[in-house]
């Protein structure tokens, strides 16, 4: 399990949500949220953390751009790492609408023009091309498999590790992706749970 799985795992054990903001306490909890992710940040050596230590004394504004910072972060870790936080997500599939389909298409084309415009040898971007490719044909489909936008993920890190340059950007609209088709799915697990009834129409009194 690597770092950032099991930092992620320890500070949403305190994650403060900001639809709590004016309630008792809230501002206790934040500043309790916040500093216990700098502690676990410096444990295990997470790198880039955009938080530092708070107290309840440096007032709402310093402490919600904290707990705003600190709530991006935390997405862009669920978003890298989706199936080792959200294990059951790894074989999932998820049914994506007309907007859903044409807005997904469209970052994945932005993620194409990218990678075609960064500095790399051609035999680090042509899988990154191909896995691409598969993300987009997956899209075109009924239900779109989460795991092909992990693979995409891994092959733009592992260029960047061999040297690529200028993917960056890359790598952050394929999170993006990730943290929209994940939140896309337990959206739909949730309505297969509690499905709504049908508008009571039958029980319309006959005049």
Request: proline share 4%; aromatic share 4%.
């Amino acid at each position: 399990m690597s770092s950032e799985v099991i930092f992620h795992k320890k500070v949403n054990e305190r994650r403060v949500q900001f639809s709590e903001v004016g309630r008792p306490g809230f501002i206790a909890r934040a500043v309790l949220y916040v500093n216990a992710a700098c502690a676990n940040g410096e444990e295990l050596g997470i790198e880039g953390l955009p938080v530092k230590r708070i107290s309840v004394t440096d007032g709402n504004e310093e402490i919600h751009e904290n707990l705003l910072k600190l709530e991006e972060f935390m997405d862009v870790i669920r978003a890298r790492h989706l199936f080792a936080i959200e294990p059951d997500l790894r074989e999932a599939s998820v049914q994506l609408d007309k907007d859903w389909k044409v807005k997904a298409s469209t970052l994945v084309s932005h993620i194409r023009d990218i990678v075609a415009k960064a500095e790399m040898e051609e035999g680090l971007r042509e899988p990154i091309m191909r896995s691409l490719n598969q993300l987009q044909s997956e899209i075109d489909r009924n239900r779109t498999r989460l795991d092909l936008v992990s693979a995409a993920w891994l092959q733009l890190t592992s260029a960047i590790g061999n040297g690529a340059k200028n993917l960056e950007p890359a790598v952050k609209l394929v999170e993006r992706l990730s943290k929209a088709l994940g939140k896309a799915k337990r959206h739909e697990i949730e309505a297969e749970q509690h499905p709504q009834l049908p508008p009571p129409d039958d029980l319309e009194n006959d005049d």
